[in-house]
């Protein structure tokens, strides 16, 4: 009984800070996609009109501070809901790793209790209800190949990317997104990534131009203090990967291979290194396919 949703990863095929708004958000300019990579989350409605979750994971919290359980208290206020729900949440996606995890999870709680509980909003209703709670949000609910912009809430939906291989790597470290932005804030960003760019590539099936122009401007940030992101990236372009890079704020790596073979050479000589404990061999994806 219930709904069970899946709740895929993204990596940034792109990343920009263009700005800053007088609130303190950031403006960025983002390629997102959604990788293979999912947590599995079901919805059970309870009678008493509590709101709970249970998960086996101790890195994410199980309390009122979880995403999901803010989504179903917002629902519950603005829509004078009366029901509760019961969610159990199987964590697969490295926690705070740049993976937004933890908006994807949201975006699902989303899509669940918008059925469980009858709601039915429409998909824009629903991000517009989400920005509230996190700027990722929105993009987990509408998934696959986008641009982000403004706080992340503008959305457009881009061709789905080339097929390619992919090695996701989360180095054992804790990265403060807060610290990255604030690092970033006093330094002068003298190369901004060309999205544009990159998006003509996707948008003309280009794996090879697109792998040239992937840049994400908190990288030079994140791998200056953490060492062991450069190191991950050189073990897999050692393999073959047409590029590898870091994904949001880091500290996670993804690798990009167009040769299924070398992928899985990459994928096991990080996992030899014992560089990233959380590694994954996966695909990119479109979830609404
Ligand atoms: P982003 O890429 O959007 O910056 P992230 O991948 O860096 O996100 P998350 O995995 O979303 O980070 O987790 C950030 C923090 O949010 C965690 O430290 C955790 O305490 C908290 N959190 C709340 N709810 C969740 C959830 N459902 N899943 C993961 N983390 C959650």
């Not at 993204?10 to 920009?16: E, F, P, Q």
């Not at 997104?177 to 760019?197: M, Q, R």
Request: hydrophobic fraction near 40%; glycine fraction near 10%.
């Amino acid at each position: 009984m219930g709904i069970t949703e899946k709740a895929y990863g993204k990596i940034n095929l792109g990343l920009d800070v263009i700005g800053r708004r007088d609130d303190g958000y950031h403006l960025v300019k983002m390629i997102m996609q959604n990788v293979d990579i999912y947590d599995t989350l079901v919805f059970e409605e309870t009678d008493d009109g509590s709101v709970s979750v249970v998960s086996g994971s101790d890195k994410v919290p199980c309390d009122e501070s979880n995403l999901v359980c803010r989504v179903a208290n917002q629902l519950k206020e603005n829509f004078g809901i009366t029901k509760g729900v019961k969610i159990s949440l199987d964590k697969k996606i490295p926690v705070a790793a740049g993976m937004a995890g933890g908006s994807a999870d949201a975006a699902a709680a989303y899509r669940a209790l918008n059925e469980l509980w009858g709601i039915g909003l429409d998909e824009k209703k629903l991000c517009e209800l989400a920005v509230k709670l996190g700027a990722d949000i929105p993009y987990c609910i509408v998934g696959g190949t986008a641009l982000s912009e403004g706080i992340g809430e503008e959305l457009t939906t881009l061709k789905d990317v080339p097929d390619f291989s992919l090695v996701v790597a989360k180095p054992d470290i804790d990265v403060s997104t807060g610290w990255v932005y604030k690092e970033l804030d006093s330094s002068k960003v003298e190369v901004h990534p060309d999205i544009d760019g990159i998006r003509a590539s996707i948008e003309s099936g280009d794996l090879t131009k697109m792998c040239s122009l992937i840049d994400n401007v908190l990288e030079k940030v994140t791998r200056s203090k953490y060492s062991v992101i450069g190191e991950i990236e050189q073990i897999l372009l050692q393999n073959g990967a047409l590029g590898a890079y870091m994904t949001g704020s880091g500290p996670t790596v993804f690798a990009i291979f167009d040769d299924a073979t070398k992928a899985e050479e990459g994928y096991r000589a990080v996992r030899e290194s014992n560089l990233a404990p959380e590694c994954f061999l996966t695909r990119p994806i479109n979830p609404n396919r």
